[in-house]
């Protein structure tokens, strides 16, 4: 890189034009792209926190509804004929897959028990694995923007204080006009990597811990669950 060049694109920037616009106009192309690429990641967090606000808020009303309509003393059956014949998630997905494990071993001719209850908590268990998932799903762009966004940013501010000093080499000047202007743009680059990181951080850990409470509350219903078909197993067993 040339060092008149440098000095051509770094000195413009005046002591009194520090504006965000000017830091970001005037900065290398490389520190350009970092800021622009955290950008990038910044917006994509917060579109990824927004759907997943909106996510987790209708699977805990989709289960508050399912657990009132499932102790509600309602048929088994009756319930289980109206989820069936519309996609379900979460809780009554759960509820639909086991069920679904239970009619089919006893509409088979063989309508064997054995190894029943085994088969439905297995169905149960790749069920809540699957919802676990969904609710997980995106979460590992909010982990890597949380953890590699400053770094990213650091990048943008070590390039841009380099230029900054190539141009002071250039201009023969070391007066803090020069000089504050390019430090400024460069760390610039830092402040949007702390920008996109810090939101990223809080809200990964916000959701995981939200995931963590959906997942014991499948797993409790799933515990419940499988022990009211082993009392009908055993019922059926024994008749």
Not at 88 to 103: C, D, G, I, N, P
Not at 160 to 179: D, R
Not at 190 to 207: E, S
């Amino acid at each position: 890189m040339n060092p008149a060049d440098v000095a051509q694109t770094v000195l413009p920037l005046s002591s009194s034009d520090v504006s965000i616009f000017a830091l970001f106009w005037q900065a290398h192309w490389i520190v350009k792209s970092v800021m622009l690429g955290l950008l990038g990641c910044s917006v994509w967090v917060w579109a990824i926190a927004i759907e997943k606000f909106k996510l987790y808020a209708l699977t805990k009303r989709a289960m508050d509804s399912f657990e009132q309509a499932f102790w509600s003393g309602q048929s088994l059956e009756d319930l289980y004929r109206s989820l069936s014949s519309r996609p379900t998630h979460s809780m009554a997905a759960l509820f639909v897959a086991a069920m679904r494990e239970w009619k089919r071993s006893f509409e088979s001719e063989l309508r064997t028990l054995a190894g029943l209850q085994a088969r439905i908590e297995k169905v149960m268990d790749v069920t809540i694995a699957r919802e676990i998932e969904r609710l997980e799903r995106r979460l590992l762009v909010l982990a890597t923007v949380g953890s590699a966004g400053p770094f990213v940013g650091l990048f943008g501010t070590v390039w841009g204080i380099m230029t900054s000093f190539q141009s002071i080499a250039a201009s023969k000047n070391t007066s803090l006009a020069v000089v504050a202007p390019g430090i400024a743009e460069a760390l610039f680059a830092t402040a949007i990597g702390l920008v996109a990181a810090i939101p990223a951080t809080i809200l990964y850990n916000k959701f995981v811990s939200e995931v963590n409470k959906q997942a014991l509350r499948l797993e409790g219903f799933a515990d419940e669950f499988a022990a009211i078909l082993s009392r009908q197993i055993d019922e059926r067993a024994q008749g």
